[in-house]
């Protein structure tokens, strides 16, 4: 099936839905408490101190430049109206990777969405597994689904036979943050609803660009595990080689996504220890506990940004990541799906590219919820209700 790339662009309001964190993270949390938007980070240098910082090279001018356009809040459009009356009383099954809080969040979105239209959603727990998401896949076959979403799973590669299942089926398999929608879309999958990864790993490679003054060496920390984390570790390392390939430097942190609540403090202690001139660090927000912790035990000044949002609350306590660029909020995410589950079922897939925000202690505020950042999120849900012809 073919498939059309689309960037929307929602109105500006407020929201007060929190993102939170994997049960496992949650309890993670550090640092001290600052006031709001005046936030240390590990080294004692201030959130806002970094945040002002002018560059005075050419390189760091140009960065700023390239960054600044995604400070600002995003608009999205939704995308094109359809009737979504073929799709009552059909079933649709939804796969995390894992099951956590911010997971069920998304899930319940996406379930709210399809019940809006007279449809159901099931749900199957993949365990970090990749025998475990083929047996979901297969049983969502099995249950005779009308299309199949994965949650952070590039299903065609983890599970490719039962991809392969349910095409025979005519059942739609989607990816739903999994590699950047940009990306050619694997055999067998329909379409790809996530963030920017490349656009992502350029902003965070501009903003450290322009904060170091293009005098940096930095580590970029990511999972080969993880494609989305992959694509943005490529990004970044792309836009440095553009921008400063004389004088950046990028060391790649390849960590381990089954042990890294234990085993990633320990590797980014011995990344800094074995080079005391790293000043910048690239991540994930799934690290954001454990790094803080590494570089603030060797007393490394690294400025750090992060990449989805859940680093915002301890930022905001004054601990860890001086910026992040941000992913929408989970409700809105799960919409998003529940859209695309339903165009895929009917012959009309759409891949799309979810907005993004860059975000510190210039612009973040002090209310540390995702929506905060996404003003006009909560009306979406309502938006794409119109869309689908139910309101």
Request: proline share 6%; aromatic share 6%.
């Amino acid at each position: 099936m073919g498939s059309k790339m689309w960037s929307g662009r929602l109105v500006a309001r407020r929201s007060k839905m929190v993102r939170r964190r994997a049960t496992a993270i949650a309890c993670m949390a550090i640092g001290v408490a600052c006031l709001p938007g005046c936030s240390a980070d590990s080294s004692g240098t201030s959130a806002s101190e970094i945040s002002s910082r002018t560059p005075q090279s050419d390189c760091g001018a140009e960065a700023q430049a390239a960054y600044e356009k995604a400070v600002e809040a995003p608009k999205f459009d939704l995308p094109p109206a359809f009737d979504a009356s073929d799709v009552k009383g059909k079933t649709f099954a939804y796969v995390g990777i894992i099951t956590n809080s911010i997971i069920q969040e998304k899930f319940d979105a996406f379930a709210e969405g399809l019940k809006s239209v007279g449809a159901k959603a099931i749900y199957f727990d993949g365990k970090g597994r990749p025998d475990v998401i083929t047996q979901a896949i297969e049983s969502a076959i099995a249950q005779n689904v009308s299309a199949i979403i994965g949650d952070g799973i590039d299903a065609a590669a983890l599970a490719g036979s039962a991809v392969a299942h349910a095409n025979a089926a005519n059942i739609p398999v989607i990816n739903m943050n999994a590699g950047d929608p940009g990306s050619s879309l694997p055999d067998g999958i329909a379409a790809n609803v996530a963030p920017g990864a490349f656009k992502t790993g350029v902003l965070q490679a501009d903003y450290l660009l322009a904060k170091t003054d293009c005098k940096m060496n930095a580590l970029s920390v990511f999972t080969s595990s993880a494609k989305l984390l992959a694509d943005q570790n490529t990004a970044f390392k792309k836009e440095v080689e553009r921008l400063c390939p004389k004088d950046c430097t990028v060391t790649e942190v390849d960590f381990d996504a089954a042990t890294y609540p234990t085993s990633m403090t320990p590797q980014m202690q011995s990344a800094l220890q074995r080079d005391p001139s790293i000043n910048a660090i690239a991540l994930g927000d799934v690290t954001a506990p454990y790094i803080p912790t590494a570089v603030q035990s060797v007393n490394s000044e690294a400025i750090m940004i992060g990449a989805q949002g859940d680093a915002l609350v301890d930022a905001l306590k004054g601990a860890g990541v001086a910026a992040d660029v941000v992913w929408p909020p989970t409700e809105v995410l799960g919409y998003y799906g529940a859209d695309a589950v339903m165009r895929a079922a009917l012959d009309q897939p759409l891949t799309v590219e979810t907005p993004l925000r860059l975000v510190d202690a210039s612009n973040w505020g002090t209310d540390p919820s995702i929506a905060a950042q996404f003003p006009g999120s909560e009306n979406l849900p309502d938006g794409f209700k119109k869309v689908w012809g139910v309101q």
